[in-house]
């Protein structure tokens, strides 16, 4: 069974269009002028049960556009999308509990409570089992270190450990899919390899559909099995990872071969 699937999906912001200067900003708080901007084109993909994809483009591309509407953030321009069946935007309260979403960026935690006391809301919202959120808590303390700043409000966390913290309250309720929206930003190398060995286990546990953006591609050849890179909201290759190594040779690193790919534009 697919656990995503994506038709044609379609995003257009409206942009506000201003003349340069004061004159300019004056003329736009008379009589505004808005433009359309087509974020996401019209991309088709799917992705199966248990895989791990890598979703890769330069700044602007249209990644984390398409990931806040595949967690029903954002309502699409076009298109339609299935997650587990359910179309994410109609259907958010259910998509809730079947996904699990971290955004670099932004915390998803309550700000000016402790941690510990964010996992155990997240118990009573998610309704999760005493004895399933126990093992989970103990997995993720074990991993991801969470231990040493459990007491701690959200506030005070260094980057890393909010970001480990925010890894382990979206997979608390063992979703069936991961959407990860550069997890890595900012954190050092450490950590990194830890929460990229966490994401390893956790899809070949439990078999987590992984969706995964990251400007930094050492750690994804060996986490990702696939691999779809957007250009201007336009997919641009959608490989296996296996298959770009057999094509391009074992020898190269990810890096390597996303440049020769662009410098061919070759297609497999
Ligand atoms: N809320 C918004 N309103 C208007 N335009 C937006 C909005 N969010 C994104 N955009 C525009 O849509 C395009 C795609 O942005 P998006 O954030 O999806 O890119 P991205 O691939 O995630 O880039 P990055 O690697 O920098 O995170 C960009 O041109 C951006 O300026
Ligand atoms: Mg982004």
New binding site residues.
């Given amino acids: 069974m697919n656990a995503i699937e994506v038709h044609d999906l379609k ?1 257009n ?3 506000v269009r201003k003349e340069p200067g004061i004159a300019g900003s004056l003329k736009h708080l008379i009589s505004p002028r808005y433009e359309e ?1 087509s ?2 084109k019209g991309i088709t993909f799917q992705i199966p049960q248990g895989e791990s994809v890598a979703f890769l ?12 509407m595949l967690t029903g953030i954002m309502q699409p321009s076009g298109g339609t999308i299935k997650v587990m069946g359910k179309d994410p935007f109609s259907d958010r309260i259910r998509n809730a509990k079947k996904i699990g979403v971290v955004f670099g960026q932004k915390t998803q935690l309550w700000w000016d409570i402790p941690v510990a006391e964010t996992f155990r809301l997240l118990k009573k919202i998610y309704e999760i089992p005493e004895e399933q959120y126990r093992k989970n808590m103990e997995k993720f303390s074990n991993i991801l270190g969470l231990q040493e700043f459990m007491d701690q409000p959200a506030r005070k966390l260094s980057l890393g450990q909010r970001v480990r913290a925010d890894l382990a309250a979206a997979l608390v309720h063992d979703p069936p899919i991961l959407f990860l ?2 997890p890595t930003i900012g954190i050092d190398v450490a950590v990194k390899q830890k929460i990229y060995g966490f994401l390893k286990e956790i899809n070949r546990e439990r078999k987590t559909t992984i969706l995964l ?1 990251s ?1 930094d591609m050492k750690d994804l050849e060996s986490l990702c099995d696939r691999l779809i890179i ?1 250009e201007k ?1 336009e997919i641009l290759f959608d490989d296996p990872m296996d298959r770009l190594f057999e094509i391009y040779g074992e020898g190269l690193s990810l890096e390597e071969i996303i440049i020769e790919l662009f410098e061919h534009r070759r297609v497999s």
């Fill in positions: 995003k912001y409206r942009i901007l974020a996401v483009g330069a700044n602007g591309a249209g990644k984390s556009t398409t990931i806040k929206d550069e953006t400007h957007l909201g």
